[in-house]
């Protein structure tokens, strides 16, 4: 099935610093998701984007839906510890409609 | 807390048993609810829509009559894998929500599937 591309896949980090990363797509979606994963559990929902050129803030994570609505980045400022783990976005075309996920960033942070 | 929860968290079986993995919306009612599968180091994989009162949608090359799906009420679906064999040894995660607009899907915490 269609995935998202998503960048970078992978990316060791010191604490402390501020990350970033994309996803994009090519065809047009009318939400987008941002979900992180830990090892052995399923995603936990981080921010959800409903509008091209939303930007929404969750603590230290800032999303913003494209206006071109093919792409999404998410921001993680002032990295910590517990902010391992894989990333993925996800593109939804409607509401009731199937998610279709990016690739997924891994994020290790160095203390 | 959790909105969506699964279980079991983890089966280990021998080759040729079914294995039932349930998926349950805790505060709110889901039409639909969805099935993935993930390798590891791999992205989820879409394997089937699961549709309260009807049948299950599934994606392009997920058996049917291996992985059977049942939505018997609008806050369970339930996923079987038929006669399981080393190679369905995968993670399953289920979600709901999303059935409204600005309604996000949850997901459940994945149960982890080891066919010996």
Known sequence: ?111 | GAVVSQHPSWVICKSGTSVKIECRSLDFQATTMFWYRQFPKQSLMLMATSNEGSKATYEQGVEKDKFLINHASLTLSTLTVTSAHPEDSSFYICSAGGGQANQPQHFGDGTRLSIL
């Open chain 1, 1 to 111: 099935g269609q995935q998202l591309n998503q960048s970078p896949q992978s990316m060791f980090i010191q604490e402390g610093e501020d990350v970033s990363m994309n996803c994009t797509s090519s065809s047009i979606f009318n939400t987008w998701l941002w979900y992180k994963q830990d090892p052995g559990e399923g995603p936990v929902l981080l921010i959800a984007l409903y509008k091209a050129g939303e930007l929404t803030s969750n603590g230290r994570l800032t999303a913003q839906f494209g206006i071109t609505r093919k792409d999404s980045f998410l921001n993680i400022s002032a990295s910590i510890p517990s902010d391992v783990g894989i990333y993925f976005c996800a593109g939804q075309r409607g509401g009731g409609n199937k998610l279709t996920f990016g690739t997924g960033t891994q994020l290790k942070v160095e203390l």
